[in-house]
Structures are given as C-alpha cells and as structure tokens.
C-alpha cells in the first residue's frame, strides 16, 4: 500500500497498451503521467503508438486484435535495445 510504482522506460512500454485503452489504476496512470511529461521518447513512441491503434480502431471500429498490439510493442521494445544498467 502506498508504495509507488517506478516508472522507466521499460516499463512504461510495457503498461502503455493498457494505459492506452484506458484499463489500468488512477494511480499508475498517474505515474505514467508523470514519466510521458518528463521523457521525449516515450511521448514520442507513445504518440505514435496511440495514433497507430486510433486509426486501426477508426477503420476496425472495433479493439486492435491483441497480437497486433503485441507486435506492435514487441517491435518498440526493439527499439530501446541493449538494457541500461
Ligand atoms: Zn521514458
């Protein structure tokens, strides 16, 4: 209780699908937040990430199939490469 989840990068993307659908805590949000205001790049890959699912959502009018999105965040997780010590 009480005891605030760190955010990095790593696990900002790994919460970002669901932060995106909106199906996560106040708290986390929150936290996630904070991080996105404060780190470019993950606004920037969640920008772009959140564009890529609004326009699957807009033709689909439907939820991204869940091994789209995993794909998708497979394929920025790449992006961030070799883990940072
Ligand atoms: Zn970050």
Redesign the pocket.
């Given at each position: 209780m009480g005891v605030k989840k760190k955010?990095?990068?790593k696990s900002?993307l790994d919460d970002m699908s669901n932060y995106i659908d909106g199906d996560i805590p106040q708290e986390l949000r929150a936290s996630l937040e904070a991080?996105?205001a404060k780190?470019p790049?993950?606004?920037v890959l969640f920008d772009e990430t959140k564009q890529t699912v609004e326009i699957f959502q807009s033709y689909n009018c439907h939820p991204l199939p869940v091994d789209v999105k995993d794909r998708l965040l497979g394929a920025l997780q790449n992006q961030w490469g070799e883990p940072k010590k």
């Open positions: 955010i990095t990068c900002f991080h996105l780190c790049e993950c606004w």
